[in-house]
């Protein structure tokens, strides 16, 4: 993101110049008007004599002299605005890399079923940004073909969004009291925050509001222990954009088929692991070690996107150096040692196996598989 930053301050740079050279030129041109006008009206008041003619004509040179000096003003400062453009593509040039095909698999949407995949992201992040129509056509248009019990989550979260941007709380509140075990199993106050904006609602409204906010006050019961103070002063943000990002992210931890886009994930991940990718390629490449990294389906180093992107077991074997998979999942031992199966299947020895850590001997049989 810090490249885009770079290209974008060069942009505000040709933009402002871009505003000043147009109030500039319509200053000057504005002035030469005037001065043409005044002349014009000199021209209808002087008469043919001699002295009248002369003090036109030097009048009229004097009006040519500032009609090219304009000129060659407004040329010059208009050279320099292209200066500035062509520093904001060298600055695109200098920030971004434009062959990107050396860190991408050619052939990775070659097969209809990864076309099909690639198609059903983009709908379900169309969904998820209430963009309904836009989704149904691109449906129509891949052949994708989604499931109803797939777009009821959408839809619904979008109903509620949409009445949440209206200053509507009663759906989102109605939904948050359908899920509240849910939430209070993920510790989330979100019920608690839209009852509590509900009732600042109710406030608003005067004293004629008054009776029914004290009734609706009972909802604070269950919440009393955790929100003693809050519910005693009641004083918070009415920001209502705020609690729809509460509720959406609320809905994506509840809900599975709302899931956290699929699409916003791999746009932001790429974003963190390309320019890292980028240069990594350039080091293989200057130190001519080409054969380093021959499969595009395996990272040549470690990039660390943060908790929010880890979506696997991250489990590595401590007798054969590396990461466990499907097909060589982390093995539980009796004494509670953990290691992979296929260092399992290397330790074992006429059907017995000896920790490595510690002198118990066991049956290869009884390690259990774990999942993290």
């Known amino acids: 993101m810090e490249q885009c930053a770079c290209v974008e301050r060069e942009l505000e740079k040709v933009l402002h110049r871009f505003v000043m050279y147009g109030h500039q030129s319509e200053e000057r041109l504005d002035e030469l008007l005037r001065s043409v006008c005044e002349l014009r009206g000199q021209l209808v008041t002087f008469g043919v004599r001699d002295a009248d003619l002369t003090v036109l004509s030097q009048t009229m040179a004097q009006c040519c ?4 000096e304009t000129v060659q003003l407004l040329a010059s400062r208009h050279k320099d605005i292209h200066g500035s453009v062509s520093k904001v593509g060298k600055a695109i040039d200098r ?3 434009a062959e990107v095909s050396a860190v991408v698999a050619e052939t990775v949407w070659d097969s209809p079923e990864r076309q099909k995949y690639l198609s059903e992201t983009i709908v379900e992040h169309l969904y998820r940004q209430g963009m309904l129509s836009v989704a149904e056509d691109l449906c129509q248009e891949s052949g994708v073909v989604i499931d109803m019990s797939m777009k009821q989550p959408f839809l619904e979260l979008n109903r509620i969004l949409e009445a949440l941007r209206m200053q509507d709380l009663r759906p989102a509140l109605e939904w948050a009291v359908t899920n509240r075990q849910r939430l209070l199993d993920l510790n989330s ?12 609602s109710l406030l608003n409204g005067g004293i004629t509001n008054q009776l029914e906010a004290l009734q609706y006050a009972r909802h604070f ?22 609690c729809s990002s509460l509720f959406l992210t609320a809905v994506c931890i509840c809900d599975l088929h709302v899931c956290p886009s699929v699409l916003n994930v791999s746009f932001a991940s790429g974003c963190m692991a390309l320019p890292v990718l980028m240069n990594i390629k350039q080091v293989i490449e200057q130190r001519q070690c080409s054969g380093v990294w021959t499969h595009k389906d395996e990272l040549p180093i470690e990039i660390d996107l943060g908790k929010k992107c880890w979506y696997h077991s991250v489990f590595a074997c401590p007798i054969l150096r590396q990461q466990t998979s499907e097909s060589n999942p982390p093995m539980k031992l009796i004494c509670g040692h953990v290691i ?5 299947n290397k330790l074992t020895n006429a059907g017995k196996l000896k920790c490595p850590y510690c002198p118990m001997e066991q049956n290869p049989s009884d390690a259990k598989q774990i999942f993290f």
């Open 65 to 68: 002299k500032n009609i090219k």
């Open 95 to 97: 920030n971004f890399d």
């Open 189 to 200: 106050t979100l019920e608690f925050k839209l009852h509590r904006l509900y009732f600042i």
């Open 221 to 242: 019961q269950p919440f009393a222990s955790q929100h003693q103070r809050d519910i005693q002063i009641l004083m918070g943000s009415l920001i209502i954009l705020q």
């Open 340 to 344: 992979s199966r296929d260092a399992l």
